[in-house]
């Protein structure tokens, strides 16, 4: 394997794990708003993810994977609301631990990082097209 196909085959790397990122992030962001249905119920908690270096002896090549999605173990928010099914005696219900604003950088970081790990593809095929015009 080539110099121009291992930083390809890295960079797709990249690409996959930041989509799974992305998805994960827009889980997040969709449970925003959601609530248990009981007073001793749970809301969704957000999810992270962290990732690995790994190495991929056929060609020894370190590509980066997904290590763990686990859940944000922050405490939940709380909001007054007595005639919700799942406030409790005081009329707080939990509500999820997901700040939007938080989770919109991330999507952007992610965002980012998927577009520099494209532009490494993009550049990678320039430079082997150029070369195979070259030895025509």
């Keep these: ?3 121009l196909q291992k930083s390809t085959a890295v960079a797709v790397s990249g690409m996959k794990v930041q989509a799974e990122r992305l998805r994960m992030i827009s889980e997040n962001l969709a449970n925003v708003d959601s609530t248990a249905q009981t007073p001793d119920g749970l809301p969704y908690r ?4 962290t990732f690995k270096s790994e190495l991929d002896r056929t060609n020894g090549l370190h590509r ?3 290590d763990k999605v686990k859940p ?3 405490d939940f928010n709380k909001k007054y609301d007595p005639n ?3 406030a409790d005696r005081d009329g707080y219900v ?3 631990n997901v700040n939007s604003l938080v989770e919109m950088m991330d999507m952007k970081e992610a965002q980012r990082s ?3 790990n494209m532009n490494v593809i993009s550049t990678s095929r320039s430079m082997l097209t150029q070369t195979v015009q070259l030895l025509r």
């Design 1 to 3: 394997m080539d110099d």
């Design 64 to 66: 980066v994977v997904v």
């Design 72 to 74: 944000d173990s922050s």
């Design 114 to 116: 998927y577009e520099a």
């Design 84 to 86: 919700h099914p799942a």
């Design 94 to 96: 939990l509500t999820p």
């Design 46 to 49: 957000r999810k992270i993810m």
